[in-house]
Each structure stands twice: as C-alpha cells, then as structure tokens.
T-cell receptor
Framework: AQSVSQHNHHVILSEAASLELGCNYS??????LFWYVQYPGQHLQLLLK??????LVKGIKGFEAEFIKSKFSFNLRKPSVQWSDTAEYFC????????????FGSGTRLSIRP | EPEVTQTPSHQVTQMGQEVILRCVPI?????FYWYRQILGQKVEFLVS????????KSEIFDDQFSVERPDGSNFTLKIRSTKLEDSAMYFC????????????FGEGSRLTVL
C-alpha cells in the first residue's frame, strides 16, 4: 500500500540549531516527492520538490532535502533554524505517472524557542 | 500571485444538514482536488477531478459526498447529510499538470458539525 511515514511528531529546537526531519515512503514505481509547510493559521505551501535528477534539492527559506532511493527516504534539513520556521511540515509523495493524488505523511510540528 | 480561494472560511452546521464548500482554483489549472484534515491528524485525500469528472476518490468519499464544477470557475464539495465525524478542515487544491504533482492549496474551510 502507498504510504508516507514521518517519524517525528513534534520537534522542539532552539534558534540556530540544525534541523533534520525524517520521511520514508512506500510506493511502487517512480515517485515525485514533496515537502509542504503549514504556518500557524495558514494554508499548505510547497517548500520543495523532487522529480528527477540531482537527489539533493533546495527549496525556499534555506531548506533542502535529499532523496535516497535505496532507503526510500526524503529527509528535510536546514542548517540553522529561525523562530519563523515554527510550523507543521508534511512530507508527501505521488507516482510519476499517477493521474491524481498526493499522499501526505502525518506531519511534524516544529517549535522553535527564541 | 495566483491563488486558490475557498469559502466559507468557517461553517458551523447541525448534524444531518447539507453543506456546500466552495473553491475557486487557479484559472489555468486543469486538475482539482479536495483534501481534509481532522484536527490533529494527517491531511487525507478525498477526491480528484479532471475534465468534468472524478478521476480518483478515496474510501472516505462515500455517497454522502459529491463534487461539481458548475460554471468553469468554481469547484464545490457537497456533503449531503453531515455527521459529527465530518468536522474537519477541508482543503481545495489545483494543479496544472498531474504528473508534476505540485498542488496549490487554498486556505481551507473549517467545518464544525454539532
């Protein structure tokens, strides 16, 4: 069955700490991978995406993610977090040839202490 | 920047009542989606819509749910007889091409069923 697992439900960090949020997926075939972010009271926004090519992708606001095919992983990283990064982060996947849906992970709530 | 808009932002209804949630997707997009997020839970796929018909739907999307694109701009989700467990945030999304997978989300409509 298609699924996305995010291992951390709630992560609390201090400003300037480094961040890594785990994401593993189960999906037959070629995939597209995404990280979406939901700031408090706002809608889901695309942070970054991987379709093909360089497995290290860079997104907005200094975030990056690395696709490791052998581990079925797409972890999100940021070297130095800011208070404004406080949000919910969702990993998501869809099939490259799929006509439709994206499947989301359960989300990781990130809280940054000022 | 083009965006997906949703109305109402919050609706409170009595159990058994019909509810219609409205969405205006980005104008040149062809693929439309509804997702929902029950408080504290993951974002769940409900239905996708392309070329004036449903292309895929989840188990959640039972006979109580329907979608429509009545006038070429709006995309609506109807719940015929609401249940308590339908209380959730409902997100509309659209995309221009299905196989890139990037969805643009609205800010959501919070439905509270009493």
């Amino acid at each position: 069955a298609q699924s996305v697992s995010q291992h951390n439900h709630h992560v609390i960090l201090s400003e300037a700490a480094s961040l890594e949020l785990g994401c593993n997926y189960s999906y037959g075939g070629t995939v597209n991978l995404f990280w979406y972010v939901q700031y408090p009271g706002q809608h889901l926004q695309l942070l970054l995406k991987y379709f093909s090519g360089d497995p290290l992708v860079k997104g907005i606001k200094g975030f990056e993610a690395e696709f490791i095919k052998s581990k079925f992983s797409f972890n999100l990283r940021k070297p130095s977090v800011q208070w404004s990064d406080t949000a919910e982060y969702f990993c998501a996947v869809n099939g490259y040839s799929s006509a439709s849906k994206i499947i989301f992970g359960s989300g990781t709530r990130l809280s940054i202490r000022p | 920047e083009p965006e997906v808009t949703q109305t109402p932002s919050h609706q409170v209804t009595q159990m058994g009542q019909e509810v219609i949630l409205r969405c205006v997707p980005i104008s040149n997009h062809l693929y439309f989606y509804w997702y929902r997020q029950i408080l504290g839970q993951k974002v769940e796929f409900l239905v996708s819509f392309y070329n004036n018909e449903i292309s895929e739907k989840s188990e959640i999307f039972d006979d109580q749910f329907s979608v429509e694109r009545p006038d070429g701009s709006n995309f609506t989700l109807k719940i015929r007889s609401t249940k308590l467990e339908d209380s959730a945030m409902y997100f509309c999304a659209s995309s221009s091409r299905s196989n890139t997978g990037e969805l643009f989300f609205g800010e959501g409509s919070r439905l509270t069923v009493l």
